[in-house]
Structure formats: C-alpha cells, structure tokens
C-alpha cells in the first residue's frame, strides 16, 4: 500500500480558503485518492475521491498533478465547522483493499 | 444519520470482562469493516467481513473476535478486557470488496474499561 504525508496540523481563520497537501510518491497505477473528514467522538465521513486532474463536488476540490505522486484537498471559503481531521487515503482501485488511515491533519479554524 | 448503525453508544466494563458491540451496515452493503480508534494510535483497521465471509485482517488481537451475520449485520466480540482496549470502536461499511467506492462509518461505540 501506497504510504502518505500530509502535514501533522494547519491553522486557518474563517472565510480563507484552505489548501491540505498529501503526498504520496509510492502510488500505484491503480491507486486512487481518497479524503475523509472526521469530527470528534465521530466517524470519519467520505469527502471527495480522484484518480487524476482535478475533482470538484459540493464541499471541496481535489487537485492531482500529472505525476500522481502528491494531492491537494481545497476548502473554499473554510468556517468554524470545519475544524476537524482530514485524512488522505491511497487504495488499489480493483476495489480488494482495505483503508488505511493515517494520523491525518488537524485543521483549526479560528474566527 | 450516515446508515450504518452501532450500538450501544457507550459501554462502560471492567477488566477481564467481555462485550459485545454490533453493527447494522447501511443498506445494500454487503462489506462490514471494523476500526479502533484510541488517542494514541489513531484509527486501527481490525478487520472486514464480506458477505459472511472474513475478508482482511488488520491488527485485532487474539482476545478480539468478529463475525458477520446471514443478515449482513456485524458483531465484534472482546474478551478478557484490559485497560488498554478502551477506546471508539468504529463500523464502517461498503457496497463493494474494498475501499474503492468509500466507507460509510457509523457513529461508533466509547468502550471504556475500568
């Protein structure tokens, strides 16, 4: 399994875009990238998933370069809800693996 | 309400002790996996059930079982309880083998071990 690095913690204010950068540089073909967001004492929730370019849906926008080896989660406009965990995620896109999470990154909006 | 249901919500047992924790998987999910979440290990895959049949292991303990039912909810049995096993216990569940589509987790269970 592909190993990944994202910054332990990252501070932001309210109304700032918020750019998570995870890198991955053991990624597989068949690998995809997978974000998830986990509020305390909560199960981690499904934020967004990609394979290559850039994925966009209602909540956030995952931007990876041609080589693969490094994603970016963006947070427009980020509030005091967003504070919480985001994990990145590589798994084999045949769909026989399991998730591993790592320690992720602790996001803290201020006002 | 993501679906995947977890009860109890809480447990509180002494040590030595064994408990039950089940999980009902969202609807039409037939992958049920398993995860502990402590403060300093962060969140430990323990295992996966596929349709009745175990399908990965992670790091469970021997002390640890799980078993996944005809009707697709999942039961994660812990005996000879110690200090240390207290932690969120976490069900999470997929409509397909692995984790390509994304996990749904539940709400989890606080084990707390005294």
């Known amino acids: 399994l592909a190993k990944t690095t994202q910054p332990i913690s990252m501070d932001s204010y309210e109304g700032q875009e918020v750019n998570i950068t995870c890198s991955h540089n053991?990624?597989?073909?068949?690998?995809?990238i997978t974000w998830y967001q986990q509020f305390p004492s909560q199960g981690p929730r499904f934020i967004i998933q990609g394979y290559k370019t850039k994925v966009t849906n209602e909540v956030a926008s995952l931007f990876i370069p041609a080589d693969r080896k490094s994603s970016t989660l963006s947070l427009p406009r980020v509030s005091l809800s967003d504070t919480a965990v985001y994990y990145c995620?590589?798994?084999?896109?045949?769909?026989?693996?399991?998730?591993?999470f790592g320690k992720g990154t602790m996001l803290l909006v201020s006002p | 309400d993501s679906g995947v249901t977890q009860t109890p919500k809480h447990l509180i047992t002494a040590t030595g002790q064994r408990v039950t924790l089940r999980c009902s998987p969202r609807s039409g999910d037939l992958s049920v996996y398993w995860y502990q979440q402590s403060l300093d290990q962060g969140l430990q895959f323990l295992i996966q059930?596929?349709?009745?049949?175990?399908?990965a292991k992670g790091n469970i303990l021997e002390r640890f079982s799980a078993q996944q039912f005809p009707d697709l909810h999942s039961e994660l049995n812990l005996s000879s309880l110690e200090l240390g096993d207290s932690a969120l216990y976490f069900c999470?569940?997929?409509?397909?083998?692995?984790?390509?589509?994304?996990?749904?987790f539940g709400s989890g269970t606080r084990l707390t071990v005294v």
């Open positions: 999470a569940s997929s409509g397909s083998q692995g984790g390509f589509f994304g996990y749904t």
């Open positions: 995620l590589v798994g084999d896109g045949s769909g026989y693996s399991t998730l591993t």
């Open positions: 059930y596929y349709n009745g049949e175990e399908r």
């Open positions: 053991n990624i597989a073909t068949n690998d995809y």
